[in-house]
């Protein structure tokens, strides 16, 4: 895929549009909150505030959208998909990651705003319902999973918390590993797509 402008929805302080610029996209970060489009301001990013559901760009203008855990956030999570649809150029990429499996809701979902979790089935729905093809879809987080579903069973609220350095580099070690193993068909934290727009 050659890079070109893209959009990173949901970007928070602007991590992965960093990620982005790195690889060669002229990226926009678009975040919901003051806060977190603050930050991405303050490291140099183009940045907008507006919601997934309503996305201020030009049809068919970006080779390249992402949006990391925004779906689960709506009721109406297909209006979101549409628009990344109808951002999308055509042969444009999206790249989209959410939550999986009720089976693990717990108060951190509640504490976090997610209004749900997905199956396989349900998140390529949405997807295809749409008007984008569905191109690959895989299980993340699938080491984690039974160390986040025993923390969550017990958690009051979100876990999202600052990790000791050892614990954080722990985690970050069986991410890492997990990229090289053959786990991606089993039951993860999160589940991520890869989609296209034909026309």
Same mark, same amino acid.
């Given at each position: 895929? #050659?890079?070109? #402008?893209?959009?990173?929805?949901?970007?928070?302080?602007?991590?992965?549009?960093?990620?982005?610029?790195?690889?060669?996209?002229?990226?926009?970060?678009?975040?919901?909150?003051?806060?977190?489009?603050?930050?991405?301001?303050?490291?140099?990013?183009?940045?907008?505030?507006?919601? /997934?559901?309503?996305?201020?760009?030009?049809?068919?203008? +970006?080779?390249?959208?992402?949006? &990391?855990?925004?779906?689960?956030? &709506?009721?109406?999570?297909?209006?979101?998909?549409?628009?990344?649809? =109808?951002?999308?150029?055509?042969?444009?990429?999206? +790249?989209?990651?959410?939550?999986?499996?009720?089976?693990?809701?717990? /108060?951190?979902?509640?504490?976090?705003?997610?209004?749900?979790?997905?199956?396989?089935?349900?998140?390529?729905?949405? @997807?295809?319902?749409?008007?984008?093809? *569905?191109?690959?879809?895989?299980?993340?987080?699938?080491?984690?999973?039974?160390?986040?579903?025993?923390? #969550? =069973?017990?958690?009051?609220?979100?876990? +999202?918390?600052?990790?000791?350095? *050892?614990?954080?580099?722990? +985690?970050?070690?069986?991410?890492?590993?997990?990229?090289?193993?053959? @786990? =991606?068909?089993?039951?993860? @934290?999160?589940?991520?797509? #890869?989609?296209?727009?034909?026309?």
């Amino acid at each position: 895929m #050659r890079p070109g #402008r893209a959009l990173d929805i949901g970007a928070a302080g602007g991590g992965n549009t960093r990620v982005l610029w790195a690889y060669g996209w002229r990226p926009l970060a678009l975040e919901y909150s003051a806060a977190g489009a603050g930050v991405a301001r303050e490291r140099g990013l183009d940045v907008i505030r507006a919601d /997934a559901r309503h996305l201020p760009v030009p049809s068919a203008s +970006l080779g390249l959208v992402v949006a &990391f855990d925004i779906l689960e956030h &709506f009721d109406e999570d297909h209006l979101a998909a549409g628009e990344i649809r =109808r951002a999308l150029r055509p042969g444009g990429t999206a +790249l989209i990651a959410v939550p999986a499996d009720m089976r693990l809701w717990s /108060a951190h979902d509640v504490a976090v705003g997610h209004v749900r979790r997905y199956d396989r089935a349900g998140l390529r729905a949405v @997807v295809e319902k749409a008007g984008l093809v *569905v191109d690959e879809l895989w299980s993340w987080n699938v080491l984690l999973r039974p160390v986040a579903a025993w923390r #969550r =069973r017990r958690s009051t609220g979100s876990d +999202l918390d600052d990790l000791p350095p *050892v614990v954080n580099l722990g +985690l970050r070690t069986i991410i890492t590993a997990e990229r090289y193993l053959p @786990v =991606r068909a089993l039951p993860g @934290v999160s589940l991520m797509l #890869r989609a296209h727009r034909l026309s």
